[in-house]
């Protein structure tokens, strides 16, 4: 039989023993360290199914020990317990959700019994992580679909474009996160062909709701795609095959990749796309550590601030300086600036003044099937193709 483990690294030896009573009862065989060093050590050797980390850890601190996750690239739930420092458990949760671990919990201390046993299960169900046969077979059984959300000009309050989005819901169950398959494909070499499904019915589509008007389309797309001979090709193949020019399209890649100076002035394939009048951002920017010089040498034409700085722009006062300090910079730069995650008008008033160029966010609209596309379009917009601010 499967016997589930869970790793726990606590400086607290009766928390330790709490935990491993309460995880044994539910089924785990538990590995317990009360140093970095020990679940340096463990973590490799166990594979768990489940790991919790105290964030405070004698004279480490849990930090560490999510970088050295996000460098084993492990994709196991894990939930954070923190005293009382919501600071470290701040940067912690920011850091994990955007380097690609998957915080699935948080156990406030002192905590009960019951919060544990409660996080226990949320993190079983986080884990039902798909393989790649499943992802082929839901491409082949329709189950897979592009989603459009709308992009919205801050300053003119015109609809620009849409950003596309895979969608997959499997038949009978829960809705499967972009952000949970997309990195299987990527790892197990099927990005590409799930990039070109993901094309054909956006150009299918794109035909149905551009009506005659030219739109931009901005399309998601992965670094190892890039790096592949034909790509550049093909994607022209595509292009000239459904009428679209270059510049309607905005490829997106995003700088959680850790895009440095270095790797991405191999992207030779970038220059060659900017020249035949494609645009280039660089998505979820402020996540990676890209430099200024980067943005200056790659040519991108818009950088995309990420959500994470657009939702708390009003409750965390880091954020707004980050988001002003970005939108500065890359005008300085000549590079437009996109913000993500517009949840409120507030928002996107606050952004308006601080000039950002563009934007997307719950606020205008999530992603849409084609249907609810052109159901938005026809009652959202003015005839001037103005987004109606409070419909
Ligand atoms: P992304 O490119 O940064 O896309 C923006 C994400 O923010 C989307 O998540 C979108 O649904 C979400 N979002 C938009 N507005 C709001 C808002 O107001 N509030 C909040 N909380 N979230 C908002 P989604 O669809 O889950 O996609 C996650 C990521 O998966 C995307 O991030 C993108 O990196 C990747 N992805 C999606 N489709 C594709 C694809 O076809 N190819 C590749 N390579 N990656 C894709
Ligand atoms: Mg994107
Ligand atoms: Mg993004």
Request: charged content about 25%; aromatic content about 10%.
């Amino acid at each position: 039989m499967h016997i589930p483990s869970l790793l726990i690294v606590d400086d607290d030896f009766q928390i330790i023993e709490l935990l491993q009573v309460a995880a044994e009862r539910m089924g785990y065989k538990v590995y317990a360290t009360y140093t970095a060093s020990g679940f340096k050590e463990l973590y490799p050797t166990v594979t768990p199914h489940l790991i919790f980390i105290d964030l405070k850890l004698g004279d480490h601190n849990g930090i560490e020990l999510l970088e050295f996750l996000i460098l084993e690239k492990c994709s196991t739930p894990i939930i954070l317990m923190s005293g009382q420092d919501e600071k470290v458990l701040h940067i912690a949760k920011h850091l994990g959700d955007t380097r690609g671990l998957s915080i699935s919990g948080i156990l406030h201390k002192p905590f009960n019994l019951k919060d544990f046993v409660e996080l226990i299960e949320k993190a079983k169900k986080d884990s039902r992580f798909p393989d790649t046969e499943s992802i082929k077979n839901a491409v082949e059984q329709n189950e897979m679909f592009v989603a459009y959300q709308p992009k919205i000009s801050i300053q003119s309050g015109k609809f620009i474009g849409v950003e596309t989005l895979l969608r997959w819901t499997p038949f009978n169950k829960d809705f499967i996160s972009p952000s949970i398959f997309i990195p299987i494909a990527e790892e197990e070499g099927f990005i590409k062909e799930l990039t070109f499904f993901m094309l054909d019915n956006a150009f299918k589509d794109y035909a149905l709701w551009r009506q005659e008007e030219m739109y931009s389309l901005a399309i998601n797309i992965s670094l190892p795609v890039l790096n592949d001979s034909l790509f550049l090709e093909q994607l022209h193949e595509k292009i000239k095959a459904y009428k679209i020019s270059p510049n309607e399209i905005c490829l997106e890649i995003t700088e959680s990749y850790g895009i440095t100076e270095d790797s991405i002035s191999k992207l030779s394939i970038l220059t060659k796309l900017r020249i035949q009048g494609f645009k280039i951002a660089l998505d979820d920017f402020g996540t990676g550590y890209s430099s200024l010089l980067t943005l200056h040498r790659v040519p991108f034409t818009e950088i995309k601030i990420d959500k994470s700085f657009i939702l708390d722009l009003f409750s965390n006062s880091e954020s707004l300086v980050i988001t002003k300090a970005i939108i500065n910079l890359s005008h300085a730069l000549g590079l437009k600036v996109v913000a993500e995650g517009i949840e409120s008008f507030e928002v996107y008033k606050k952004l308006k003044e601080l000039g950002c160029d563009e934007g997307q966010g719950y606020y205008f609209s999530n992603a849409l099937s084609v249907e609810d596309l052109q159901d938005w379009i026809n009652t959202h917009l003015d005839k001037n193709q103005k987004f109606k601010f409070g419909s």
